[in-house]
């Protein structure tokens, strides 16, 4: 028998792209089971065999996933290094900080080139989507232009 990924994330948006958050979507609408999972271990094998101690992970405050609490990263950081013989630390360095505030804090760099949206159409922003809408009210709180291309206006 052949396991499909729709067998597997039981046709999750994420996946399909059909039914992705939309602009009032709540905000764990937009969870995705293992993210931070997957991305540490990914990052943690790369480090071992580079020889890098430390992995940066940008958790906002507020993200209330359970991936993204200091209990799983302190865990996280016990397990991966463990499992690879490498002493590995996570750093969270904006887990204090809310979007508004980092996008003041880098309002100087290339923000056009960060990348928030779950629903690109082709290489840009959709415009529609919860993160869109996230992306677009924290520059507005921020008082900082957005510089952001995108595909549709909200």
Not at 100 to 117: D, K, M, N, V, Y
Not at 128 to 141: D, P
Request: net charge positive; proline share 7%; hydrophobic share 40%.
């Amino acid at each position: 028998m052949k396991l499909r990924v729709d067998d597997v994330y039981g046709g999750h948006w994420s996946v399909t792209g059909d039914g992705v958050p939309g602009r009032e979507a709540a905000w764990d609408s937009v969870y995705l089971p293992g993210r931070n999972v997957l991305l540490l271990a990914k990052a943690a094998i790369f480090c071992a065999l580079q020889g890098v101690s430390a992995i940066a992970l940008g958790v906002l405050e507020g993200n209330p996933f359970p991936d993204a609490t200091p209990a799983f990263l302190s865990l996280m950081e016990q397990t991966l290094s463990q499992g690879l013989a490498h002493r590995l630390t996570i750093l969270a360095p904006y887990r204090g900080l809310s979007k508004p505030e980092i996008i003041r804090r880098g309002r100087h760099l290339p923000l056009a080139l960060t990348f928030s949206c779950i629903a690109p159409v082709g290489r840009r922003h959709c415009g529609r989507c919860s993160k869109c809408a996230e992306r677009q009210e924290a520059f507005a709180q921020a008082g900082v232009t957005d510089p952001t291309p995108y595909a549709h206006s909200s």
